[in-house]
């Protein structure tokens, strides 16, 4: 997190001690955390793991949302209609999403019925999502037809894909690209976050190579509309209002 500084904020006793170890940095109180230099939070309130800056010490911050998207089916599984399940192949199975920030392109996966595993580089990210699993598994609709969350690994995505078990059908890329235009204010908050944690994506090149050797049978690639493919020309392109998706097929 270059130029940041995390701390835990105290508040549930037993998780957060956890969680500071786990993460190597300070547990502190509210007081010491307004009198202190650190500047970006985790804590546990509202019933989930929360990232918080400085301005949203008190109230707020920004969690694993696990619910379904504005738009999207509650029903399980959801249909596969968008243009997210175009990409993938309605008749893929197993999803590797190499690049989960959010977790929300993963999660709308898992909801339409794909068997999806999730690759995160950032500890930080990483227990923000795993608190939104545990979550998840929860959630009646879950219990209820006995379904296993996405399954989390941390680590440096090209290693992992390389060091997979097996083959998915898929693998699909959100790389971090510069950002070029405006955005709503909530994902504006979400995503500069998420862009100072983990910066630009300058190895996508190396990470599109790694998931194409890695791949049974096809890569997707999301990115803003004004970028260059990444993989070269695609074998196919579903382009949405402000991004597109690159479908690479073996």
């Not at 008190?58 to 596969?80: C, F, T, W």
């Not at 090149?205 to 997707?220: C, E, I, N, P, Y």
Request: aromatic fraction near 6%.
């Amino acid at each position: 997190m270059a130029g940041h500084k995390l701390a835990v904020l105290r508040g549930d006793a037993l998780r957060d001690a956890r969680l500071a170890q786990h993460l190597a940095v300070d547990l502190v109180d509210l007081e010491q955390a307004l009198a202190g230099d650190d500047d970006i939070f985790l804590a546990y309130r509202d019933g989930c793991l929360k990232l918080l800056d400085r301005q949203n010490l008190k109230k707020g911050g920004l969690a694993v949302e696990i619910d379904p998207r504005p738009g999207e089916q509650h029903s399980y599984p959801a249909p596969k209609k968008d243009l997210l399940a175009q990409a993938v192949g309605k008749k893929s199975h197993t999803v590797v999403d190499a690049t989960c920030g959010w977790a929300q392109d993963s999660l709308a996966l898992f909801r339409m019925g794909y068997q999806v595993t999730c690759l995160e580089r950032s500890p930080v990210i990483a227990a923000l999502i795993e608190d939104g699993f545990e979550r998840l598994a929860q959630k009646d609709w879950v219990l209820r037809r006995e379904l296993k969350p996405p399954t989390l690994l941390v680590g440096n995505a090209i290693e992992l894909l390389m060091n997979l078990p097996e083959a998915p059908d898929c693998i699909y890329l959100d790389p971090m690209f510069p950002a070029k235009r405006k955005q709503s204010a909530a994902t504006r908050k979400s995503m500069a976050i998420l862009r100072d944690i983990l910066g630009d994506d300058l190895d996508r090149q190396q990470l599109f190579d790694a998931a194409w050797a890695a791949t049974g049978k096809r890569v997707v690639v999301k990115s803003p509309d004004y970028a260059e493919p990444l993989g070269g020309k695609p074998s196919e392109s579903l382009q949405g209002k402000l991004l597109r998706y690159d479908v690479y097929l073996k």
